[in-house]
Structures are given as C-alpha cells and as structure tokens.
T-cell receptor, first 109, second 113 residues
C-alpha cells in the first residue's frame, strides 16, 4: 500500500461543476502539499498546509489530521483547471516529500 | 523575477555515458530539491540541500547518482554510466527556507538509448 493514496485517479466534469479530489496518507505528517501539473509538465505549488483549511481564489484545501485525509476543492470549474493534481506529504522530521500518483482532471466546456 | 531554471531542457544520451543536469534556483532561496518523474510513475524525491548543511541523499537510487550545490546556489545532478531505466524527467525545486513552499523548474527530460 502506498503511503499516499489519491482518488479518483481520473475525473471528467462539465464546466462550472464543483470538484473534489481526495488524498489519504498512512503516516504522521508535518505538512501536506497540493501541486498542479499542466500538460507540458510545469508544476505549480497550490497549497502547503498542516491543519485546517486554506483558500486561494476558487481553490480550497482542507486537512483532517486525525483522519489522515485531505481534500482539494475547485469551485466553478473551468477548462483551464484541466491538469494533474498531486498530493505530497512531508513526514519523519526531514524534508523528503512522498507523492501520490496524481488525479487527472479534465473539465469539458 | 526569474524562476527556477534548468538546463538542458532535453538530453538524449547513449547507455553507459555520464550526464550532468543543471539547476539554477531562485536567487536567495536556501533550500534546493531534486526530484525524478518517470513515465507512468509518480514523482520521487532524490536529494535535498539546505544552506551549508550536509545534503539529504536518502532518495538517490544508486551510487551512480550524485549531486552538488556550489556556493549555495547552482546545483548539478550527475548520473554516471546511464542506464535505460534512468530515462525520466528530472525536476529541480527551490524554497526560500526549508519546509517552505517549493517553486519548481521546468525539468530536464533525459532519454537513455
């Protein structure tokens, strides 16, 4: 079992829909990152969180430390949100990130 | 301002040759990370540099891989005697401080024939 599991692996939705991507992990962590990778490969860090909730524009990230679970939400989804979303966790008192396998999101106009 | 840059953007080499991949982090960033993304696989951590501290090399897959960071700025990842399984995109990231938001470079796509 991977330390970091994401679901779903693939998600296709219509423009305007509310999107939820889930990340579960099996170890104690010091921080969780959400990353976005567009076709062509560029990776952008969306959020880094260790508790509670963060919001940036139409994106919201939440984390429940007790349940070892995080969600990334996208409101009013748009075709430009189409990308792979990757969850990564930092644990063990070091800087090493362990990555999930990503969720491929496609938003259809 | 300039982001993280990597060179070359693409590298094709023959099995058994050595390659050097370069990363220029954002100026002033003290932490630098190398990752690898193989086709069909997720990202994996390779090595981490923080200031003048000894690097965390725990992710390097074999002793054919090494990296250095000179003057706390530019970093070079060297792969000796390349193998076909080394084919991947090698990504560099930097952050202002350790445990901070990471900024990723565009990556170097390495193909070993």
């Amino acid at each position: 079992k991977n330390e970091v599991e994401q679901s779903p692996q693939n998600l296709t939705a219509q423009e305007g829909e509310f999107i939820t991507i889930n990340c579960s992990y099996s170890v104690g962590i010091s921080a969780l990152h959400w990353l976005q990778q567009h076709p062509g490969g560029g990776i952008v860090s969306l959020f880094m969180l260790s508790s509670g909730k963060k919001k940036h524009g139409r994106l919201i990230a939440t984390i429940n430390i007790q349940e070892k679970h995080s969600s990334l939400h996208i409101t009013a989804s748009h075709p430009r949100d189409s990308a792979v979303y990757i969850c990564a966790v930092r644990s063990g008192g070091n800087e090493k990130l362990t990555f999930g396998t990503g969720t491929r999101l496609t938003i259809i106009p | 301002g300039a982001g993280v840059s990597q060179s070359p953007s693409n590298k094709v080499t023959e099995k058994g040759k050595d390659v050097e991949l370069r990363c220029d982090p954002i100026s002033g960033h003290t932490a630098l990370y190398w990752y690898r993304q193989s086709l069909g696989q997720g990202l994996e951590f390779l090595i981490y540099f923080q200031g003048n501290s000894a690097p965390d090399k725990s992710g390097l897959p074999s002793d054919r891989f090494s990296a250095e960071r000179t003057g706390g700025s530019v970093s070079t990842l060297t792969i000796q005697r390349t193998q076909q399984e080394d084919s991947a995109v090698y990504l560099c990231a930097s952050s202002l401080l350790k445990s901070d938001t990471q900024y990723f470079g565009p990556g170097t796509r390495l193909t070993v024939l």
